[in-house]
Structures are given as structure tokens and as C-alpha cells.
């Protein structure tokens, strides 16, 4: 949607809204719950429970491998595929 999840129309309802985690949530229709879900972990209220990278990484792998894959195919490297490769191997080895 490309719009902030929290607005308000002074400072202060900004930010009772970000405190309260007051936002429109997405469309659960429209969006993958993989989306859904990430998003809400990253925007709960306590921030040790929110995740760090890492565990955003995780929660993205499967949608972000696919768009890798599809735009090495497009590049003309053929067919890669995520699961081929380890943490160490070169992207484009």
C-alpha cells in the first residue's frame, strides 16, 4: 500500500497510535499471510518481542528465494535454485 502505518493529523496521535499499535491492518484478502504475519510481528507493541533481521529473513525466505530464482532465470544464469546453494557458496558461482 506504500502508506505509513501510523498517521494521525498532529505529532501526539502519531504517537499514541505507534505506542497502542493503532494501525489499519492490510487486507487479508489481498496479501499472503506470510506478508500479514511478518508485518505483524515487526510492529507489535514490546520490542523484544518484535524480530531482528535474522528472524525476518527467515520469515521472508521462501517469497524472496522465488524472486531470486526468477530473476536469475531472467538474467540468463539459467536455472538456480535457492536450496542449491549454502550460506557460503557464491551467489553466481
Given at each position: 500500500?506504500l502508506?505509513?502505518?501510523?498517521?494521525?493529523?498532529n505529532?501526539?496521535?502519531?504517537?499514541?497510535k505507534?505506542?497502542?499499535?493503532?494501525?489499519e491492518h492490510?487486507?487479508?484478502?489481498?496479501?499472503?499471510?506470510?506478508?500479514?504475519?511478518?508485518?505483524?510481528?515487526?510492529?507489535?507493541?514490546?520490542?523484544?518481542?518484535?524480530?531482528?533481521?535474522?528472524?525476518?529473513?527467515?520469515?521472508?525466505?521462501?517469497a524472496?528465494?522465488?524472486?531470486?530464482?526468477?530473476?536469475?532465470?531472467?538474467?540468463?544464469?539459467?536455472?538456480?535454485?535457492c536450496?542449491?546453494?549454502?550460506p557460503?557458496?557464491?551467489?553466481?558461482?
Amino acid at each position: 500500500t506504500l502508506r505509513d502505518p501510523f498517521s494521525g493529523s498532529n505529532p501526539l496521535s502519531v504517537a499514541r497510535k505507534i505506542v497502542e499499535c493503532d494501525y489499519e491492518h492490510l487486507d487479508t484478502s489481498r496479501y499472503s499471510e506470510m506478508l500479514l504475519n511478518t508485518l505483524s510481528r515487526c510492529l507489535t507493541v514490546q520490542p523484544e518481542q518484535r524480530p531482528d533481521i535474522q528472524e525476518v529473513s527467515q520469515l521472508i525466505a521462501a517469497a524472496l528465494c522465488g524472486q531470486l530464482e526468477a530473476f536469475l532465470r531472467s538474467a540468463g544464469h539459467g536455472q538456480w535454485h535457492c536450496q542449491d546453494r549454502t550460506p557460503e557458496a557464491p551467489l553466481l558461482g
